[in-house]
């Protein structure tokens, strides 16, 4: 999954009516969007080919949904037989006054390509009657969360039951029917079937994993990879002895971690008088202190007035209980 930190769109040329996101490369399965502000604008799927190529996955209208947040995803309608780790979402051309907001998009995928068992039947057909066993009814077609608990029930059906509905296709093994995918030059060989060889349904369990898992190994694996804003968010959930740690990894984390945005809530409670520099540190830090506390903290007064002239201006809530 990759968050996008409730991205914005609102373009006003339908030439960038659109937001690229990139991935772990995935033969894709279902693509997720978390919409958190003014839903329905997503109108087009498209996915990048190893050629740079664009090829639609799914399009469909604008939709008048309730103003609320929702996790739109729909079934891909268009097949696609290429591994890609780029992703465009085209939106409807709109008013600044009516922008969307994203707070993340998911790719669902594979690191092989699966096929159905029976040629005349399509991964997304099966999919969708797999929907129908878990959620046989909703009310609003639109908001595809009626039920988030099992909003992702068909594809851990199809992980269980793998061998029933579909096999791996290797990349060095054709597929004996031919595959045509309008506008992209799919390679077919005419090989016999029987020369792709399945494996024990434990096997089939390790090699389809889904993308959504391999995603958290990767963000685990490369925090430093992050832009900038994605590690601001990240290090606000951290307490003071947590930042100090991150500052001194290198030049770049002791720079975001020396950021005002960080410092709006400043929790020092229990400061001995062996700190008397403790203020000093947090002065260029404070620039928009909101919260101080100082419970049963000793400092010098003089230090404690000096730092609320340079940090106080916009404070609401002081604390000095016990000091």
Same mark, same amino acid.
């Given at each position: ?12 040329? /339908? ?44 399009? @469909?209208?604008?939709? /008048?949904?309730?103003?609320?947040? +929702?996790?739109?995803?729909? $079934? ?26 994203? &707070? ?10 699966? #096929? $159905? ?21 909703? &009310? ?6 009626? &039920? ?23 990349? @060095?093994?054709? /597929?004996?029917?031919?595959?045509? !995918? ?8 005419? +090989?016999?079937?029987?020369?792709? #060889? ?14 959504? &898992? =391999? ?40 720079? #975001?971690?020396?950021?005002? =945005? ?45 730092? !609320?002239?340079?940090?106080?201006? +916009? ?9």
């Amino acid at each position: 999954m990759r968050r996008l930190d409730f991205v914005r769109w609102y373009e006003a040329t /339908i030439e960038n009516n659109y937001i690229d996101v990139e991935f772990h490369e995935a033969d894709p399965i279902r693509v997720s969007i978390y919409e958190v502000y003014n839903p329905g604008n997503v109108i087009q799927i498209w996915a990048q080919d190893p050629n740079k190529q664009w090829f639609q996955l799914w399009n @469909g209208s604008s939709q /008048i949904v309730p103003p609320t947040s +929702r996790l739109f995803s729909p $079934p891909l309608s268009h097949p696609c037989y290429f591994k890609t780790k780029m992703l465009r979402l085209v939106f409807e051309n709109s008013s600044p006054k009516s922008y969307t907001k994203l &707070d993340a998009v998911m790719l669902i995928g594979t690191s092989d390509l699966i #096929l $159905p068992r029976y040629p005349r039947e399509s991964l997304q057909n099966l999919l969708k009657n797999f929907n129908c066993m878990y959620s046989p009814c909703h &009310d609003d077609v639109h908001n595809l969360t009626a &039920d988030l608990k099992s909003a992702y029930s068909d594809i851990v059906h199809l992980q269980q039951n793998f061998p029933e509905y579909c096999f791996i296709c290797k990349r @060095g093994l054709w /597929i004996c029917q031919e595959v045509i !995918l309008a506008g992209y030059a799919q390679p077919v060989r005419q +090989r016999d079937s029987r020369r792709i #060889l399945l494996k024990s349904h434990s096997n089939y369990a390790k090699r389809m994993k889904l993308f959504s &898992d =391999e995603s958290k190994v990767l963000l685990r694996c490369s925090l430093s990879a992050l832009p900038d804003e994605m590690l601001l968010k990240i290090l606000k959930n951290l307490d003071l002895t947590t930042l100090c740690r991150m500052s001194k990894i290198n030049r770049r984390f002791n720079y #975001l971690t020396r950021d005002p =945005e960080l410092y709006t809530r400043l929790n020092m409670r229990n400061v001995s008088p062996i700190c008397i520099n403790i203020f000093r540190y947090f002065t260029s830090r404070c620039k928009y202190l909101q919260q101080l506390d100082l419970t049963a903290s000793k400092f010098h007064v003089k230090n404690f007035v000096k730092f !609320l002239d340079n940090c106080g201006r +916009r404070l609401t809530h002081l604390r000095l209980s016990y000091c």
